[in-house]
């Protein structure tokens, strides 16, 4: 997680100007963030894990905004190291929960493969086979 971040960093860096001026979607998601961004720029650095769906922006703000390498690295850190505590915890406490739905999954194994190997075969039958160019010239 912490080299992608860097990428988009310094993607955002040295060429984020350009790919704002080529993906009009990229720039409206761009503007949304900035406000927070420009207020609290080390707060919303040190939680970007935790806003689902503007990471890239906000990591490719910080490069564009001029955020120096180190206070990056110490705020991106910060922020992983968030994001795999909460992920780690909620995992810890859904993990019994997780294990006896396993159980009973387990115990309808043989029709679940059924289930899911006929679903295959009717989702092929279907929609991919009549589109292929032997099935249309026969």
């Known amino acids: 997680a912490w080299v992608a971040d860097w990428f988009k960093y310094l993607l955002g860096k040295t060429k984020g100007k350009d790919l704002l001026t080529k993906n009009p979607k990229l720039q409206a998601k761009f503007n949304k963030v900035s406000k927070w961004f420009d207020t609290y720029p080390y707060l919303v650095l040190t939680f970007y ?4 769906g503007m990471t890239t922006v906000i990591l490719l703000m910080a ?22 505590g909460l992920l780690s915890s ?12 396993i159980d009973q999954i387990s ?26 160019k032997e099935c249309l010239e026969n």
Do not use: D, N, Q
């Open 49 to 52: 894990k935790l806003f689902f």
């Open 63 to 84: 490069g564009l905004k001029g955020i120096s390498y180190t206070r990056f690295a110490i705020h991106s850190a910060i922020s992983i190291a968030i994001w795999v």
């Open 90 to 101: 909620l995992g810890y406490l859904c993990a019994e929960t997780m294990l006896m739905k």
């Open 107 to 132: 115990m309808h194994k043989s029709e679940l493969i059924f289930t899911l190997s006929a679903i295959a075969f009717l989702y092929w039958f279907f929609i991919k086979r009549p589109y292929r």
